[in-house]
């Protein structure tokens, strides 16, 4: 990388974010979902910052819904201001979200590994294990997890699964089992139920965009199976390969969205994550270094790049965009215990194989 992410300077930035009460929203102004945090917390983590991430863990759990889940806000129903630049959050809508909740997962492991203190797991614990089932209360016969939980009166079949939000679910998974086996507990269920996760998306895409959006143009569907090792790497790679041209603009990053002129760092940050999971660390760099123009002076990163206007837009630096850039670049470089979490699949479920023949489906790890 031409330019190194600065690690302090990003956690800099999201220590400047949270609050009194340890939790970290988006932006000055609001906009809070478990997700985000969660990415901002283990970021402070990798950074060392061991206070820090301790009270946004706290913060977190504290959070949570009695039955497991955590409500919060839907950034994408945030408006911008009249001058179209800066996020106006007000009273945004509010959903219950199974990736958001079971990001959870990812959130503490990541930041007990780089902290070094796994005796912290046996803490939160019992509401990690509910949350998880709380998650997995919504797997359909399919396998396929649906992206929120019903209103009231509603019918978990009237909604939709998204296939990023399922390939987060399915690292997040990883992360719970990884986490049951730590602390000596069965973590059979979740094992199963991963595979049925994994089956679905990489055999049944029918189960996804069901409701008639097709969301095959955002970046994340695209590389999210490759990141959280839903795919051989094998797979991966042909998988990133077919679409390279769609989303990356040589020498700015990750497009958003493949037919808009926008790079954001998060997505480009999590492509140099998906590249890293199978193999492709130049690739990864030199992502990396392609976001060093969108480097804050004092800190984190702007959200994106509007290349054919030439303008920062828009003209915010949410806590997880710096977040993002921590997690990559540790992945990259190695910088703190743990760093291969992401980007490594720890609990695999493909077929194995055993002189040639594949083993019978109950034989499967």
């Given at each position: 990388m031409s330019k190194r992410v600065d690690i302090a300077a990003c956690a800099d930035h999201i220590e400047r974010l949270q609050r009194a009460d340890g939790s970290i929203p988006w932006i000055e102004a609001g906009i809070w979902d478990a997700w985000?945090?969660?990415e901002s917390a283990m970021a402070l983590a990798i950074a060392g910052r061991e206070t820090a991430t301790r009270r946004a863990l706290d913060a977190l759990f504290e959070r949570q819904d009695a039955d497991g889940g955590w409500r919060g806000d839907l950034g994408a129903s945030v408006p911008l201001d009249d001058a179209n630049r800066r996020l106006v959050p007000g009273t945004?809508?509010?959903?219950?979200?199974?990736?958001?909740?079971?990001?959870?997962a990812v959130t503490l492991l990541r930041s007990v590994l780089a902290l070094d203190d796994a005796s912290a797991?046996?803490?939160?614990?019992?509401?990690?294990?509910?949350?998880?089932?709380?998650?997995?209360?919504?797997?359909?016969?399919?396998?396929?997890?649906?992206?929120?939980?019903?209103?009231?009166?509603?019918?978990?079949?009237?909604?939709?699964?998204?296939?990023?939000?399922?390939?987060?679910?399915?690292?997040?998974?990883?992360?719970?089992?990884?986490?049951?086996?730590?602390?000596?507990?069965?973590?059979r269920e979740w094992m199963t139920a991963r595979q049925r996760l994994g089956a679905a998306l990489r055999e049944n895409d029918?189960?996804?965009?069901?409701?008639?959006?097709?969301?095959?143009?955002?970046?994340?569907d695209w590389y999210y199976p490759v990141l959280a090792g839903v795919l051989s790497a094998e797979t991966g790679r042909a998988r990133l390969y077919a679409r390279w041209t769609d989303f990356v603009e040589p020498g700015l990053g990750c497009r958003c969205v493949a037919d808009e002129p926008w790079v954001t760092a998060a997505e480009t940050a999590e492509l140099a994550l998906a590249?890293?999971?199978v193999g492709k660390s130049d690739q990864a760099r030199a992502l990396l270094a392609d976001l060093s123009p969108l480097a804050a002076k004092d800190g984190g990163y702007w959200m994106g790049w509007q290349f054919e206007e030439g303008v920062i837009w828009p003209y915010e630096r949410p806590s997880w965009t710096a977040g993002a850039m921590v997690l990559a670049a540790d992945a990259v470089l190695g910088l703190s215990k743990g760093s291969a979490l992401l980007v490594r699949n720890a609990v695999p479920e493909f077929p194995l194989k055993r002189g040639g023949a594949e083993l019978p489906a109950s034989r499967r790890d």
């Open positions: 985000n945090h969660g945004p809508e509010t959903a219950r979200d199974t990736n958001f909740s079971g990001y959870a797991l046996a803490r939160y614990w019992p509401q990690l294990r509910k949350a998880m089932d709380w998650v997995l209360s919504h797997q359909t016969r399919h396998g396929d997890i649906v992206w929120r939980a019903p209103d009231e009166g509603e019918q978990m079949t009237a909604l939709d699964s998204l296939r990023a939000g399922n390939a987060s679910l399915y690292k997040a998974l990883e992360c719970a089992i990884q986490i049951a086996r730590m602390l000596g507990h069965d973590g029918s189960r996804f965009d069901r409701t008639g959006i097709d969301r095959r143009r955002y970046a994340m590249c890293m999971s």
